[in-house]
């Protein structure tokens, strides 16, 4: 019987891109035919017992994320359960509440219970992975990087900083500040980077960094941070949230202390899950959410069926929608 090495050799692919049409992974139309035309003539058939032995893991992945309430994660986690269902596997959802000493837990029973595979969103950028790598399990990491080499699926931060920041300055707020994450965490400070690197040359440079508060990436970060900044003297005129969480908070507070967008200018990155404003009076930098998901979950299949090229990364774009209500005359 063929075997798929003789396979790849006559479609004239590699062996990779065999086992992944064999297993539901998707390929480029002309490859899955030139595969499947190949099979044919040397009447190759998959060995899907040799297949689960050679596996000798559970057809099982966990998904390991930092706040299943918030809605950017629950939309990632669909689009992983709809890639790894239609190729076989079941997802265990982990919920770290941004712990990392429950994080590293999740990741033992990964192990202890050999899973195929993890995808993470890491708590605070410092988790220890060895113990996976060292079994030869797949990791991808979604939405933030690791210290680790491994595939991952990201957004580019920093431009969606300057995204949200750049549509606040061309809107004629000046004084714009930033609420983001905690700073140990690379999306938090590349978003505070993207947004600092507008308003130092394009807004009132009046303190900059007073206009920058790190809080939890929650609605009570978002609330406790836009009330320092209205404490501010002289207070911003406008501000950046960089999610979605935090730009619900600070809207909170700022429709309590009766600044509602536009006579204070909000742009958020990340889609608000709920808010009482008008919808065109705030700035959203959307995110992919679900595509993230489903990227990161085919990436991790690929892994599971064989595939040893180096490690990738890919990096997915944003969308800005731009308030239409402009700023009060300065």
């Known amino acids: 019987m063929a075997t798929i090495y003789e396979v790849a050799a006559a479609a004239g692919v590699s062996p990779a891109t065999v086992s992944r049409v064999f297993n539901g992974v998707p390929v480029s139309a002309e490859k899955a035919a030139l595969v499947r035309a190949a099979a044919a003539e040397l009447r190759f058939t998959p060995n899907r017992t040799a297949r689960s ?11 390991v994320i ?80 690791t210290l680790f080499e491994l ?15 750049s549509t606040l300055v061309d809107a004629g707020y000046r004084r714009i ?10 999306t938090a400070e590349e978003r505070a980077e993207g947004w600092r690197s507008i308003v130092a040359r394009s807004a009132t440079p009046h303190g900059s ?18 009330r320092a900044l209205l404490a501010l003297d002289p207070a911003p005129d406008a501000v950046v949230a960089t999610n979605n969480l935090m730009g619900v908070g600070a809207l909170q507070v700022l429709s309590e202390a009766g600044r509602v967008p536009p006579a204070f200018g909000v742009a958020v990155i990340g889609d608000l899950p709920f808010t009482t404003l008008t919808p065109d009076a705030t700035t959203i930098v959307r ?36 308030a239409t209500a402009g700023a009060p005359a300065v």
């Open 177 to 186: 500040a930033c609420i983001t994450g905690p700073a140990e965490i690379d």
């Open 287 to 322: 995110l992919p959410a679900r595509d993230m998901g489903t990227t990161a979950a085919r990436m991790l299949i690929e892994r599971i069926n064989g595939d040893t090229e180096p490690a990738r990364t890919v990096v997915l774009p944003h969308e800005v929608v731009a």
């Open 151 to 165: 595939d991952s699926v990201v957004l580019d931060n920093r431009a969606a900083g300057v995204a949200a920041a």
């Open 53 to 63: 032995l050679r596996r000798k893991n559970a057809e099982v992945i966990a998904l």
């Open 209 to 226: 960094e007073d206009y920058l508060r790190y809080s939890s990436f929650r609605v009570d970060g978002g609330r406790d941070a836009m």
């Open 66 to 145: 930092p706040d299943i309430e918030n809605p950017y994660f629950t939309s990632l986690a669909r689009g992983v359960e709809d890639v790894a269902q239609a190729a076989g596997y079941s997802v265990v959802l982990c919920n770290t509440d941004e712990d990392p000493g429950k994080e590293a837990k999740y990741l033992d029973i990964a192990i202890a219970e050999n899973m195929a595979g993890v995808i993470l969103a890491e708590a605070d950028g410092r988790a220890d992975l060895s113990g996976l790598i060292a079994r030869s399990r797949p990791i991808v990491a979604v939405d933030r990087r």
